[in-house]
């Protein structure tokens, strides 16, 4: 890569780390894309509400697509940055700005690029999840999917920085790369009334202790790394604090998530069958509801073996197969739609031996961008081959 192309784009990658914006809020996000993509003249269009697809037309042929999000957290950064958030309470800790950089990247350095067919350029909101979706529960790469913006398209590449994985390196994992993600309420109606008379009360506390120990007990002993959680992580009453009350009601909210979908649609069977029992037990009524729901991202095996030359060019032998997270990631849903590969690209700091993603002392190393545009164009252009 070009010195004058790399420090446009360390600019670019700076720019858009001090102006983040959560999902479905990246609105000047966008338009600065677009702005980035106009000075190509790659035209482009909006979808999923700040969504933008740049499409790359060059005669006849295959259609690959490209794509980055956009999207930050609400996390108050403490990574000790020269140019941190400008905006208190967000922050660029998963390192999207850097996806978003890299694919600007790789549309500078394809614009100039001789192929034959079109390149889709896109740049998804809301991966991080569905909060002010304008379909609730629906992330950015759920709705551009249903959009049919990417009808046509033959496969579909992405990358995600691994702030704990060397500058240099590219990581992968065949099949069933990351997690099915659901996130669930559950709610107890019970009778609430005086401790006194426990008799006429069907006391929503006790229930809640009884599902939650029987629910953890549902992913039951788990290797290292683990295969599946199932975690409650907010328990309410909805009802003011008092020792003498006995509430009507719970509320539990938690995360479910296993790398196999099998293991996952196991595990909410037998979840809905332990409610069924608790209710007949209690003489209580218990819903469950899934707000977001991210199925396993599928890696294709057969387009990681075609860009194995793109590997030996741009990484030399620094390839290697990672782990499954337990994490969700919706690219998922352009994987489970057409051929789909994702890797995780090293982007490790000399400051930085512990903070994963996430974490408000996280931090990435800009001298990834390269690696990732250069892989990013060179493995369309393979594809389109």
Same mark, same amino acid.
């Given at each position: 890569?070009?010195?004058?192309?790399?420090?446009?784009?360390?600019?670019?990658?700076?720019?858009?780390?001090?102006?983040?914006?959560?999902?479905?809020?990246?609105?000047?996000?966008?338009?600065?894309?677009?702005?980035?993509?106009?000075?190509?003249?790659?035209?482009?269009?909006?979808?999923?509400?700040?969504?933008?697809?740049?499409?790359?037309?060059?005669?006849?042929?295959?259609?690959?697509?490209?794509?980055?999000?956009?999207?930050?957290?609400?996390?108050?950064?403490?990574?000790?940055?020269?140019?941190?958030?400008?905006?208190?309470?967000?922050?660029?800790?998963?390192?999207?700005?850097?996806?978003?950089?890299?694919?600007?990247?790789?549309?500078?350095?394809?614009?100039?690029?001789?192929?034959?067919?079109?390149?889709?350029?896109?740049?998804?909101?809301?991966?991080?999840?569905?909060?002010?979706?304008?379909?609730?529960?629906?992330?950015?790469?759920?709705?551009?999917?249903?959009?049919?913006?990417?009808?046509?398209?033959? @496969?579909?590449? &992405?990358?995600?920085?691994? $702030?704990?994985?060397? !500058?240099?390196?590219?990581? %992968?994992?065949?099949? +069933? *790369?990351?997690?099915?993600?659901?996130?669930?309420?559950?709610?107890?109606?019970?009778?609430?009334?005086?401790?006194?008379?426990?008799?006429?009360?069907?006391?929503?506390?006790?229930?809640?202790?009884?599902?939650?120990?029987?629910?953890? @007990?549902?992913? &039951?002993?788990?290797?290292? $790394?683990?295969?599946? !959680?199932?975690?409650?992580? %907010?328990?309410?009453? +909805? *009802?003011?604090?008092?020792?003498?009350?006995?509430?009507?009601?719970?509320?539990?909210?938690?995360?479910?998530?296993?790398?196999?979908?099998?293991?996952?649609?196991?595990?909410?069977?037998?979840?809905?069958?332990?409610?069924?029992?608790?209710?007949?037990?209690?003489?209580?009524?218990?819903?469950?509801?899934?707000?977001?729901?991210?199925?396993?991202?599928?890696?294709?095996?057969?387009?990681?073996?075609?860009?194995?030359?793109?590997?030996?060019?741009?990484?030399?032998?620094?390839?290697?197969?990672?782990?499954?997270?337990?994490?969700?990631?919706?690219?998922?849903?352009?994987?489970?739609?057409?051929?789909?590969?994702?890797?995780?690209?090293?982007?490790?700091?000399?400051?930085?031996?512990?903070?994963?993603?996430?974490?408000?002392?996280?931090?990435?190393?800009?001298?990834?961008?390269?690696?990732?545009?250069?892989?990013?164009?060179?493995?369309?252009?393979?594809?389109?081959?």
């Amino acid at each position: 890569m070009e010195v004058q192309l790399y420090d446009k784009l360390i600019a670019v990658r700076r720019h858009l780390h001090q102006n983040p914006e959560l999902s479905f809020c990246e609105f000047r996000t966008a338009e600065y894309v677009e702005s980035q993509l106009a000075g190509l003249g790659i035209p482009t269009e909006r979808t999923a509400l700040t969504g933008v697809i740049g499409t790359l037309k060059k005669g006849e042929g295959a259609t690959v697509a490209l794509r980055a999000d956009m999207d930050a957290l609400p996390v108050n950064e403490d990574s000790g940055v020269s140019f941190p958030s400008l905006t208190p309470g967000v922050m660029h800790a998963c390192g999207h700005d850097i996806h978003t950089t890299m694919l600007l990247g790789a549309a500078h350095l394809l614009k100039d690029a001789e192929f034959q067919g079109t390149v889709r350029f896109v740049f998804q909101p809301a991966e991080e999840g569905p909060m002010r979706s304008p379909e609730p529960g629906k992330s950015g790469g759920q709705l551009i999917m249903e959009s049919g913006k990417l009808a046509g398209v033959d @496969a579909i590449l &992405g990358l995600h920085v691994h $702030p704990l994985q060397p !500058v240099g390196t590219l990581s %992968y994992r065949k099949g +069933e *790369a990351l997690a099915n993600v659901g996130n669930f309420s559950i709610r107890i109606n019970g009778k609430g009334g005086h401790p006194g008379f426990m008799r006429q009360v069907i006391d929503p506390v006790v229930i809640a202790a009884r599902l939650i120990t029987a629910a953890h @007990a549902l992913v &039951g002993a788990q290797p290292d $790394p683990p295969i599946a !959680v199932l975690a409650i992580t %907010y328990v309410s009453t +909805e *009802a003011p604090p008092s020792f003498n009350v006995i509430p009507s009601q719970t509320l539990l909210q938690g995360s479910l998530r296993a790398n196999r979908m099998a293991d996952y649609n196991d595990i909410v069977h037998r979840l809905n069958a332990l409610l069924q029992s608790l209710e007949q037990e209690f003489g209580c009524t218990i819903t469950l509801e899934f707000s977001a729901y991210y199925p396993s991202l599928l890696n294709h095996e057969g387009l990681h073996e075609k860009l194995s030359p793109v590997f030996d060019r741009v990484f030399g032998d620094k390839l290697s197969e990672g782990l499954a997270y337990l994490v969700g990631e919706d690219f998922s849903f352009y994987s489970r739609a057409m051929p789909g590969q994702f890797y995780f690209l090293g982007a490790k700091t000399e400051e930085n031996n512990a903070y994963f993603l996430h974490h408000p002392k996280v931090t990435f190393n800009e001298d990834c961008i390269p690696y990732g545009a250069n892989f990013l164009a060179e493995g369309a252009l393979e594809l389109l081959r």
